[in-house]
């Protein structure tokens, strides 16, 4: 410990340590006016087939612009919030926003295969989030066969005690789909897919960047491809940035893809035009006369 170290390093670890717990209150503190004067963003990121090049899905992922630090990544904010029980706050901003916008585009015909938003523990474990989900679809006019959680495997595994998995069953139960986000990481893995409770899985992009160039990454993905193949569960490879990689997972068999490759994740206008600019012949036409009218 600190302490066996020497004074010395004592004095050095406090120091860091008390950087850190300033840091973390500051940003603590401008989440909370972020969350007020409505800084948080949504991005989306498409996802394609990879046997014909068909808009399967797209991934809303929250954005935040801190009025002086400019962007802050997900993955410096969402730990802070969830330490202080911000996220699910933030969690119901980007889902209301990310539905809202998905209805949108379905209403004006715009294909976009089904929307798919994270959801953390924190925020299926607050009592009423099925009961907020499905009034944001019904007020939205999303239908929720249009709509899918990203979970990750942890969440699935914490269930028993705190009524996860009942929450999660009486979603899907209702057309919402499912599907386990950064597969391969966590502890579940393939023993705990089970094809009545999942639709989907997202390889971790740890086993596909530099799939080409790495073995052991070619033996995951071919075995949780298989798994899933065999499962009748759909498979969706996340960050591929080469066409390398996207070859590799092509001949690996794998269903779906997305990645910076396919296309960056967009603000809401950009997203729009990159799904009409996709979208078939009908769908552009029914877009045009929508805003003629
Ligand atoms: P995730 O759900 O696994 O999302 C995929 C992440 O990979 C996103 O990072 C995306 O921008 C990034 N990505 C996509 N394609 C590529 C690629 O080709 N190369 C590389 N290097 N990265 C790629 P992002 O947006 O920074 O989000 C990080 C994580 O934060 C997400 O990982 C998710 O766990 C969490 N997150 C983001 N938005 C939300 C949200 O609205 N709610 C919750 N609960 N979590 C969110
Ligand atoms: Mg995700
Ligand atoms: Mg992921
Ligand atoms: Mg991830």
Redesign the pocket.
């Known amino acids: 410990s600190a302490k066996k170290q020497g004074g010395g390093s004592f004095s050095f670890f406090s120091e860091e340590l008390r950087r850190e717990l300033d840091h973390r209150k500051q940003l603590e503190h401008d989440i909370r006016i972020a969350i007020s004067e409505k800084e948080f963003q949504v ?1 989306f ?1 498409p996802q394609v087939s990879l046997s014909n090049g068909s808009i399967s899905g797209i ?4 954005r935040w612009t801190h009025a002086e630090r400019g962007a802050i ?3 410096e904010f ?1 730990p802070v919030a969830e330490k202080c029980g911000l ?1 699910p706050e ?2 119901r901003i ?1 889902i209301a926003k990310a539905i809202h916008e998905a209805a949108d585009w379905n209403r004006d015909g715009i294909a976009f295969g089904r929307l798919a ?4 523990g924190s ?1 299926l474990r607050e009592p009423d989030f099925d009961a907020f989900l499905f009034d944001t679809l019904q007020k939205a006019g999303l239908p929720p066969e249009k709509l899918s959680l ?1 979970i ?1 495997e942890s969440v699935i595994l914490d269930d028993e005690k705190t009524g996860i998995a009942a929450k999660l069953r009486h979603i899907r139960a209702a057309g919402v789909h499912l599907e386990l ?2 597969f391969g990481t966590g502890y579940a893995s393939l023993s705990h897919v089970n094809p009545n409770e999942i639709d989907r899985l ?1 390889i971790d ?1 740890r086993f596909v ?1 530099k799939i080409n160039e790495n073995g052991d990454n070619t033996k995951i993905v071919r075995a949780i491809t298989e798994l899933a193949r065999g499962l009748g569960i759909s498979i969706v490879a ?4 080469t066409e390398a990689e996207l070859n590799s997972l092509m001949a690996l068999g794998c269903d779906q893809v ?4 396919i296309a960056f ?1 967009m603000p809401q206008e950009k997203a729009r035009e990159w799904l009409v600019a996709r979208a078939p012949r009908k769908a552009k036409l029914t877009v045009l006369r929508g805003s003629l009218a």
């Open positions: 991005y990121q991934e809303a992922l929250v990544a997900p993955g969402i996220m933030i969690g980007v938003v994270n959801v953390s925020e990203e990750v986000d950064d997202k992009r960047q996340e960050g591929a940035e997305q990645g910076y490759s994740p």
